[in-house]
């Protein structure tokens, strides 16, 4: 099952000075520190997420994750997904696809680590009722952890590709998936 992350921290304030302007500015200063110090340790590349059918149960996400420190990803979260999960699908006996849930996925400083049709994936599981077309884009926050134990969220845009969408290397893609 997926695990919820609802740990908010706190925001550490020391201005005595409410003024809403005041407060803005210092909240736009604090996010905007917080993103860098999130894009600085890991890059996405081209994310992009499998479009869904009405009434289909789960789709994937794919991208590229460049760390420039070590940092390990601990989960996902999505709006359009109930449940999300690390996945990673490899060959089985008899040339059949099996597919395993990944608690965590460790990227060492300077590795890249590529989510692709047919490997490693985040798995969007128990969908909104509404379909995912192309043309969309579809929200994913990555939960991290970096290498001291903070826990950091990078979201990410990944733009809605056809159902038979491949990554175009002769793979048999992710639609023979059966979920729970
Ligand atoms: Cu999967």
Same mark, same amino acid.
């Given at each position: 099952m997926c695990e919820k992350f609802a740990k908010d921290e706190a925001m550490n304030m020391t201005s005595g000075h409410f003024s809403p302007r005041a407060f803005a500015a210092a909240a736009g200063l604090v996010l905007t520190v917080g993103l860098n110090a999130a894009h600085a340790q890991l890059s996405i590349e081209d994310p992009w997420v499998k479009g869904a059918a009405q009434g289909q149960m789960a789709t994937a996400a794919y991208m590229t994750l460049k760390a420039t420190q070590a940092i390990k990803l601990t989960g996902a979260e999505s709006p359009v997904a109930g449940i999300v999960e690390i996945h990673q699908m490899s060959m089985g006996p008899n040339d059949a696809m099996t597919m395993r849930a990944v608690p965590q996925l460790d990227i060492a400083a300077g590795q890249s680590v590529e989510l692709k049709p047919g490997g490693l994936h985040i798995m969007l599981m #128990?969908?909104? $009722?509404?379909p995912i077309k192309p043309g969309q884009t579809v929200p994913i926050t990555l939960l991290l952890q970096t290498a001291d134990g903070k826990t950091v969220k990078q979201p990410v845009s990944a733009a809605v590709r056809p159902?038979?969408?491949? #990554?175009? $290397?002769g793979d048999k893609g992710d639609g023979g998936h059966k979920h729970h």
């Open positions: #128990d969908l909104n $009722k509404t159902l038979t969408a491949r #990554d175009g $290397k």
